[in-house]
Each structure stands twice: as structure tokens, then as C-alpha cells.
């Protein structure tokens, strides 16, 4: 069975853009959560969707923001990047809304310059 | 506010010897705790913990939970190189949507040398 996959791997953007990042959850899962982790921080958790409805949601500003297809993929954006957005963002699938075993895709490295 | 807190921050042991790893915590509503290794990206899972004192054991690899003390260890027996990894302590609790998202703890760097 396929993992969590995430693309981009990679991303290099300035301040004041957006970005996008896409995750693919591992099939049959239905909930999808993101976290966000820095050197400074560590990881923290940003939000979790399931039946394409934010369900949970971290401590972070209205700048992220996301959203979950019919098909359990999700993406996130993030508007008006600023460079303490630099980080690696990291999702995670479980089976079903609050399971605890989640499943880590290898995350998306966004650097703001 | 939850908190997960893990000691040591970093751990350097040679090869064969045993480690144990710690994370002490604070929350509401408590509904388990799990153990990720972390080696170049991606988390990966190792224990979900639930109830005291029930051990869970994967190889050479084992973690136990007091809920009355707020604390899980992990035990690493026999390390080998491979061990080497970030390991993350991660809390969950109840909330009113079913679960709330995981709170890490800041990880223990682990190097297993030769």
C-alpha cells in the first residue's frame, strides 16, 4: 500500500506570496491532518479535515488556511508568506477522524526568502 | 495550555547500551500518548499508550505509561547505529470535535555511536 505522498518536495518563495502544498493520503484513509515544524518549535499541529470539513484546529493564524476533497486529498495555503513561515510541512493520514495512528508523509520544505 | 516536555534533549550512548527515554506531561482530558521516530523526514509511528502500566513492547523497543505520575518512558535495549533518530513524544486529548490534534513534545536527539 502506497504511503502519504506530498508535492511539492521542495519550494523556494518570497515574502508577501502564496503557496500551496498538496497531500495525497494513504488509500482508505479518510482524515487528514498538517503540522508545521521548526528547529525553534518543534512540530505543531495546524489543522485536520475529514468529509472535506476542517474539523480541528491549531493555534495559527488565518493565513493558513486548507481544504479536503471528496477523495480524501488535501491541500494547504498559505497567503502572504512571511519568513518565519520557512519550515517543513509535514501531513499526516489516519482511518478515521481522531485516530491516533497517524501516518507522516515526508513533508513539503518551504523556504520564504 | 497541554504541555509535553522530553528529557534528555540529546543522548549520545555507544552501540549495545540500553537507553531510556522521557515524557512528562499536562492536560485535559487526556485520551493517549504516542512515540515517533523521526530519522531524515517523516515521523514514523512506534507506540500509542492509553492505559497505566500496561507495557508495549516491539523488539527491542518499549514504552509504559503512568497516568497518575504524568509520565511514559521509552526503552531502547541493545541500541544499534540505525537507532540513531529523534524520538517524539506526542499527546492527544478529547475536545468536543472527538480529538484534538497531536501536541509534541520537542523530541530527544539519540546518536548511537559505533
Known amino acids: 500500500k502506497a504511503g502519504v505522498t506530498q508535492t511539492p518536495r521542495y519550494l523556494i518563495k518570497t515574502r508577501g506570496q502564496q503557496v500551496t502544498l498538496s497531500c495525497s493520503p494513504i488509500?482508505?484513509?479518510?482524515?487528514v491532518s498538517w503540522y508545521q515544524q521548526t528547529p525553534g518549535q518543534g512540530l505543531q499541529f495546524l489543522f485536520e479535515?475529514?468529509?472535506?470539513?476542517?474539523?480541528n484546529k491549531g493555534n495559527f493564524p488565518g493565513r493558513f488556511s486548507g481544504r479536503q476533497f471528496s477523495n480524501s486529498r488535501s491541500e494547504m495555503n498559505v497567503s502572504t508568506l512571511e519568513l518565519g513561515d520557512s519550515a517543513l510541512y509535514l501531513c499526516?493520514?489516519?482511518?478515521?477522524?481522531?485516530?491516533?495512528?497517524?501516518?507522516f508523509g515526508p513533508g513539503t520544505r518551504l523556504t520564504v526568502l | 495550555e497541554d504541555k509535553v516536555v522530553q528529557s534528555p534533549l540529546s543522548l549520545v550512548v555507544h552501540e549495545g547500551d540500553t537507553v531510556t527515554l522521557n515524557c512528562s506531561y499536562e492536560?485535559?482530558?487526556?485520551?493517549?500518548l504516542l512515540w515517533y521516530k523521526q530519522e531524515k523526514k517523516a515521523p514514523t509511528f512506534l507506540f500509542m499508550l492509553?492505559?497505566?502500566?500496561i507495557e508495549k513492547k516491539s523488539g527491542r523497543l518499549s514504552s509504559i505509561l503512568d497516568k497518575k505520575e504524568l509520565f511514559s518512558i521509552l526503552n531502547i535495549t541493545a541500541t544499534q547505529t540505525g537507532d540513531s533518530a529523534v524520538y517524539l513524544c506526542?499527546?492527544?486529548?478529547?475536545?468536543?470535535?472527538?480529538?484534538?490534534?497531536?501536541?509534541f513534545g520537542k523530541g530527544t536527539h539519540l546518536i548511537i555511536q559505533p
Open positions: 488509500s482508505g484513509h479518510r482524515s
Open positions: 492536560v485535559t482530558n487526556f485520551r493517549s
Open positions: 506526542a499527546l492527544q486529548r478529547y475536545s468536543g470535535g472527538g480529538a484534538d490534534g497531536l501536541t
Open positions: 492509553t492505559s497505566s502500566g
Open positions: 499526516a493520514s489516519s482511518l478515521e477522524l481522531g485516530v491516533n495512528e497517524q501516518f
Open positions: 479535515y475529514f468529509s472535506e470539513t476542517q474539523r
